[in-house]
């Protein structure tokens, strides 16, 4: 994976209970022969990580879904590719929904904006995205969502899968809200 900017590593503990915590990652960790490292590789040997997400993983993994409805997955991803995104997970806290990119598109091409209940995803360029809906392209500051967001808190970032260019939009949900279903209002 090439990273292009700061990065920030960082060892976390979450099991979704309560509130996450921050632990200590000194600089041995960040070996490649570290114990964990050869710990995760053990873990995950075998596996497709392809499709992880860090949203309502621990749900999907109990069988809780994860997804927008509670279709068949075939039938799941056709809806979400016609709304125009490559899959949608919703958690308490945040919904992360990823979108196609036209090949070779960097981050350096897009101009993501966030705003209290808006997002647009857009060529810097003009040009049309086939895979992204057209309301989120709108010159207009982009599509209504589903609910309301903490604008601040949200992020975006560039990633190549399979050799295609995806973006991941991560929307911080404002507290108590409620599950959207959906990405547009």
């Known amino acids: 994976m090439e990273i292009k900017g700061d990065c920030f590593i960082g060892r976390a503990f979450d099991d979704e209970r309560e509130e996450w915590e921050r632990r200590d990652f000194p600089v041995a960790d960040a070996r ?8 995760a590789k053990a ?9 992880y997400r860090t949203s309502g993983l621990q749900q999907q993994m109990l069988g809780g879904g994860g997804g927008s409805s509670g279709a068949a997955p075939e039938a799941e991803q056709q809806q979400q590719q016609a709304n125009g995104y490559l899959s949608l997970t919703e958690g308490s806290d945040e919904v992360e929904v990823r979108f196609a990119l036209p090949s070779g598109c960097t981050a350096g091409a897009l101009a993501v904006t966030f705003g209290a209940r808006k997002l647009s995803v857009r060529l810097k360029s003009g040009e049309v995205m086939a895979n992204v809906h057209p309301a989120l392209q709108a010159a207009n500051g982009g599509a209504d969502l589903a609910g309301p967001i903490i604008k601040d808190d949200s992020t975006w970032a560039v990633a190549t899968e399979g050799g295609q260019p995806v973006l991941t939009v991560t929307l911080a949900k404002v507290e108590g809200s409620t599950i959207w279903r959906q990405l547009l209002a």
């Open 32 to 39: 490649a022969d570290a114990l964990w490292v050869a710990q």
């Open 43 to 51: 873990a995950n040997a075998g596996k497709n990580l392809s499709a």
